[in-house]
């Protein structure tokens, strides 16, 4: 028999729905899988009405206690770990991981890591400045090219995380990770420092960043980790800072 499991660490994040009737319908499919947080980002419209018109009553609960943020920085800094999810792929989108895999992850980190689950707009999905945050992203694979409607994505990918993580003898649970509130400040340090170095492309550093980031999240920071490569940064800092006021005119 399956083990009953809490899923209050995982959130659902909505990054600027367009319809309201989409929200309720994710709201419906999250609920009948155990998933009772949800986040919007600038969403386009939240009618009351078509909102819970589609999520029926027992998911009703689910839109009253939603958050609504300004920015995706601010909705996702909380969270250790943030799960993209993306219908295109090749170029920078490397790396995919299926739904199962994504639950897998979810699992091995326990409940003392708090997971969000990062979908893009209906019309474009996630673009890759927005895919930075993520820390891996899943892939849906379909028959067609067509990809899925917002619903439908969230409950196939909710239903996968419910049964990995009902599953008996769980791995030990990974230790609370770094938020993305401290993984972004460090990025932005060393970003800072890096092109002070002259190590970064002027043109596009975001684009050689995307290699640290891509290795520090299969490391998976601590806090305090995180706390050793900002000091790292500011001793290198001061010490390119000292050399060039000591450099001869």
Not at 61 to 66: A, F, P, R, Y
Not at 138 to 167: D, F, K, M, R
Request: include cysteine; glycine fraction near 6%.
């Amino acid at each position: 028999m399956p083990v009953q499991v809490k899923l209050d660490h995982l959130t659902i994040v909505l990054h600027q729905p367009r319809f309201a009737e989409n929200i309720g319908s994710t709201a419906r499919a999250a609920w009948n899988m155990g998933l009772t947080h949800l986040a919007l980002v600038n969403p386009e419209d939240t009618d009351w009405e078509r909102m819970t018109k589609l999520s029926t009553h027992v998911a009703r609960g689910l839109l009253e206690k939603m958050e609504i943020h300004t920015s995706l920085a601010e909705a996702l800094a909380p969270y250790q770990f943030i799960i993209g999810t993306t219908a295109r792929l090749g170029g920078q989108r490397k790396e995919l991981i299926t739904p199962n895999q994504a639950a897998r992850k979810i699992r091995s980190l326990g409940n003392r890591n708090r997971v969000a689950l990062l979908f893009g707009p209906e019309n474009r999905g996630l673009s890759n400045e927005e895919l930075r945050f993520c820390q891996t992203v899943v892939n849906i694979p379909t028959a067609s090219e067509s990809s899925l409607n917002l619903a439908q994505a969230v409950l196939i990918l909710g239903y996968e995380i419910l049964l990995v993580l009902q599953e008996e003898s769980p791995e030990p649970a990974l230790p609370p990770l770094a938020t993305s509130f401290e993984l972004e400040g460090m990025y932005r340090h060393l970003s800072e420092v890096l092109q002070m170095l002259d190590f970064l492309d002027e043109q596009n550093p975001e684009l050689w960043m995307m290699s640290l980031r891509r290795f520090f999240a299969r490391t998976g920071l601590l806090s305090n980790e995180v706390r050793l490569i900002r000091g790292v940064c500011r001793q290198l800092n001061w010490f390119v800072k000292t050399q060039r006021e000591q450099k001869p005119e």
